[in-house]
Structure formats: structure tokens, C-alpha cells
């Protein structure tokens, strides 16, 4: 297959790939909220390859922003559009929509716990992954000496937890890893706490080559560590997904083993995300799987000791608080928030 094909087949995964990113982050309740159409937004009218959205408080003045990650093509920047009291006012002329590249996902935390939201953008081949740092009203700056970041960086999906709870958000950003041309695996970055990060270079979570699509981080045996899922797989093909056990709490040392029992581990899958979510308000973690092609979407329930694979129609979702990543990319900032997933309320 010619990487021109191969390309086009990418991109046009991609898409598929982010209507279905889009449509999981569906957390809030599905039956309680009303909604009322909003007469030409500025936000609707914008045409564009887009790939990713998050609601996120970029200028900190108490209202939500929406930043919306665009491309496949090179020349294609992101749309950052500011909420001025409900209406919203497109940004220009800054570092977070000059970035030229085809970016798949942002993903946004305070990663310096400096008071002000930090962003990262994952790009897909032509350029690298991008750290912009906020600095303070508003403004955020592209940071290349934090570690992270850089042309050899590809991604598609990102994510940033604190997975070895030393109150420094990490970063995941996964790889499609063997599409497109991509020939680069998945990437973590410890949070060293100085502004700046370490590569963690070995563990299954990095080293395990695969063809890899947005990363969530989620306590699912709630024990008090992130652990780490990824939909995974070829498109159109069944199979199962990577899904890591964060050993922490068991060992004293951050490290992830494969998550291979249990039926939400052991269904194949044509999965693109694992959304981590506590529907039935129970106060653990059940999961939600959105999958390609024909392939059902997936509910499992939380029961404690095992999970139960959902096949009767529920009335409502109820979000989590306390969630993370994509899942907590629902929670109030500083809580770290990605692309794929709408604000709490
Ligand atoms: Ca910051
Ligand atoms: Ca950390
Ligand atoms: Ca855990
Ligand atoms: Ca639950």
C-alpha cells in the first residue's frame, strides 16, 4: 500500500474518529438537560477539518472557552473562540492558532501549578507535538525546553493524569503506530515538577507497538492510582484493547501491568475510546466503549469484584465529579481535561 493511500486512509479514519470521540464524551445526564438552539453562533458556522473540541476556561475570568483542534493538512491552524458573555469571539494572531500542523487532539491542565491552564496539542505527522504554557491573562506560550513536545513526537490522542500522585500532572500521548506512515509508539512524560518532564521509556504502556487511539486515564479498581486504557486496533477489525493496571498502590513504584481478566478486557472490540464514567452512581468507575465501523457500542458495569457487560437500555448517565482524563477531561479545572469529552455543569 503507497503512504499516499495509506494517508488518505488515515485521514479519513481520523474523521470517523473524531465524530466518534466526540459522540462518547455524551456524559452528562441524557434525560434531565433540555436544550434550546442557539441562532447562528459563531461557533457553528466554522468550516473546518476538525478533529477535537474542549470547553476550557483558557483566559480564566469563570466561563468556558471553546478550543477546537483542526488539520490532516499541514497548512490547517486550530480555532480558539472566546466567550464574552455568551457570545462568542473568534482568536487570532496567537501561538495556540499558529500552529500549521494537522493536530488530532488538545489536551489542557495546569501542569505547573502555577494557577493558569496549560495545554497540549498532539499533532499527526507533520509536525510534532506542542506544550503551549499559559503565562498569565490569557496568553499562552509554545514552550519547546520543557521535554515535551518536538518534530519526532506524533500522536493522535493525549491526555495528561497524575499517575504517580506526586501533584504534578503527567502526559500520554498515543500513536497510531503502524498507519499512515507512523511508525512511532505511544510516549509518557513524567512531570518532573521544575517545568519539566522526563520520558518514560520503558513498561508495556510504551514499548507495546500497536495501533493505538485516544488514551484515557481512570481509577477503575479504585484503589487510588490511574490506571491507563487505550482504544486499540486496526479499523474494521475486532480485537482487544490495551489496558494497563497502575501498580502504585501495590508496590510503591508507578509502574503499569496489562489488564488481561475481566469481561470489559477480555470482549473484542473495534474500540476507538474507553470512557471511564460512574453511571449508575455507585461510586466506582464503569466504562463505556465506542467502537468503528458496525461494531455495537459497549457498557460494562462496575461491580466491585468483576464487571458486567450492559445489554439493556438505561435511563440515564450520571457524571463523576471526581473523574479523570477523558473522563475527568469533564471535571473543573485544574483537573487536567482533553479533546473529547464536554465540560461538567
Ligand atoms: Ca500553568
Ligand atoms: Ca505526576
Ligand atoms: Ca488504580
Ligand atoms: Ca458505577
Redesign the pocket.
Known amino acids: 500500500m503507497s503512504h499516499s493511500h495509506d494517508r488518505v486512509m488515515l485521514r479519513s479514519r481520523i474523521a470517523d474518529l473524531a465524530v466518534l470521540l466526540l459522540a462518547a464524551g455524551s456524559a452528562t445526564p441524557l434525560s434531565a438537560q433540555p436544550f434550546t438552539p442557539v441562532a447562528s453562533p459563531a461557533i457553528a458556522g466554522h468550516v473546518s477539518f476538525s478533529t477535537g473540541a474542549t470547553w476550557v476556561d483558557f483566559d480564566g475570568d469563570g466561563d468556558l472557552d471553546l478550543y477546537v483542534t483542526t488539520g490532516f493538512a499541514a497548512d490547517i491552524n486550530n480555532v480558539l473562540y472566546r466567550n464574552d458573555a455568551g457570545s462568542f469571539v473568534r482568536v487570532t494572531g496567537v501561538p495556540l492558532v499558529l500552529d500549521n500542523s494537522d493536530s488530532a487532539c488538545s489536551t489542557w491542565?495546569?501542569?505547573?501549578?502555577?494557577?493558569?491552564?496549560?495545554c497540549f496539542v498532539s499533532n499527526l505527522v507533520s509536525a510534532g507535538g506542542m506544550l503551549f504554557?499559559?503565562t498569565g491573562g490569557g496568553a499562552l506560550a509554545l514552550n519547546t525546553t520543557a521535554g515535551i513536545g518536538g518534530s519526532g513526537l506524533k500522536g493522535t490522542g493525549c491526555a495528561w493524569g497524575d499517575y504517580d500522585n506526586d501533584g504534578h500532572v503527567d502526559l500520554i500521548v498515543a500513536a497510531l503506530f503502524g498507519q499512515g506512515g507512523i511508525v512511532t509508539g505511544n510516549r509518557l512524560f513524567h512531570n518532573d515538577g521544575d517545568g519539566t518532564f522526563t520520558e518514560v521509556t520503558t513498561g508495556p504502556q510504551v514499548t507495546t507497538t500497536d495501533s493505538h487511539h485516544h488514551p484515557t486515564w481512570a481509577d477503575y479498581d479504585g484503589d487510588g492510582d490511574l490506571d491507563l486504557f487505550f482504544g486499540t486496533g486496526a479499523v474494521g477489525s475486532t480485537r482487544l484493547d490495551r489496558m494497563y493496571k497502575n501498580q502504585l498502590v501495590e508496590t510503591g513504584s508507578a509502574d503499569f501491568t496489562a489488564i488481561t481478566t475481566g469481561i470489559f478486557a477480555t470482549d473484542p472490540r473495534d474500540s476507538q475510546v474507553l470512557s471511564w464514567v460512574d453511571y449508575d452512581d455507585d461510586g466506582d468507575l464503569d466504562m463505556y466503549a465506542v467502537n468503528y465501523s458496525s461494531v455495537p457500542n459497549q457498557l460494562y458495569r462496575n461491580d466491585g469484584a468483576s464487571f458486567t457487560k450492559i445489554t439493556t437500555a438505561i435511563s440515564a448517565i450520571r457524571p463523576d465529579p471526581a473523574a479523570s482524563s477523558s473522563r475527568g477531561a469533564n471535571a473543573p479545572l485544574p483537573s487536567p481535561r482533553s479533546s473529547v469529552t464536554p465540560p461538567l455543569v
Request: net charge negative.
Open positions: 491542565a495546569d501542569y505547573d501549578n502555577d494557577g493558569d491552564v496549560d504554557q499559559g
